[in-house]
Structure formats: C-alpha cells, structure tokens
C-alpha cells in the first residue's frame, strides 16, 4: 500500500517546483486520499503497458528460438551467425525496446493526469483557472 502513493511524488516534484521534502509529503497526502483511483490508474495503465511489451517482444523471441533451433539442427551451414540474422534480431530488439519504453510512459501518463485531478479534487484548484489567468505570470 506504501507503494502506490510513491508513485505521486514524481510528478508533485515536477509540476510544482518544490523540495524533494515538500513533493515527498504532498504525494503521500495525495495518493493516501485518492488511493483507490490511483490504484485503478497503475493498473490498469501498468496492463496496458505489459500487453503492448508482450506483443512487441514477439518477434525479438521468433528470432532469437530460430536461431537457436538452427544452432542446433543446421550443422552443415551456420545461418545463426550470419550477418542476416544479427540484423534481424537487432532490428527486432531496437522494435521491442521502442515499444517497452512507449509502454512505460503510458504509465507515467497516467500518473500526471491522476495528480492534476486528484489536486483539483483535493486542493480545489483547477488548471483552467490557472490558464485563464496564465497571461497575468
């Protein structure tokens, strides 16, 4: 349960401008009173996450089991370590990275808009306001 208030402490820090002390206690406060929708935002964002890694990592695992199947059962020509199939498990590893990291920020995402309504929820403010006013910083 500690676990999931934490995760409010980054984008307390970043949007607000405050001391690592200050964003510590403000996102303990907020993500102890918004700890339901908080959890059901890094679920469900954390399942999203995890699916979209799971299918980008297919073909990176595709190539790497037949080049494993050929190490094994090709003798004669050494097709596992050509030059074809380094490129291509390459490329595939750069493709499942790409998407793992897209994954991660949907997380983070989640997280940012979480804080801005559990603010407006909690504190009263609102960034409307705040953009209306935005000409008078």
Known sequence: ???????????????????????????FTLGFKTLGSLFGILFITGLLAGIIQSFASIPWSLVFMVKGILSVTDTSYNMENSLFMSIVQYIS????????YVGSILVLLGTAYHYSSATEAVEGTSIVEELENFEQL
């Open 93 to 100: 590893g750069v493709i499942m990275l790409f998407f793992s």
């Open 1 to 27: 349960a500690m676990m999931i208030p934490i995760s409010l402490i980054a984008p307390v820090y970043i949007f607000e401008n405050s001391s690592i002390s200050t964003a510590i206690s403000k996102g």
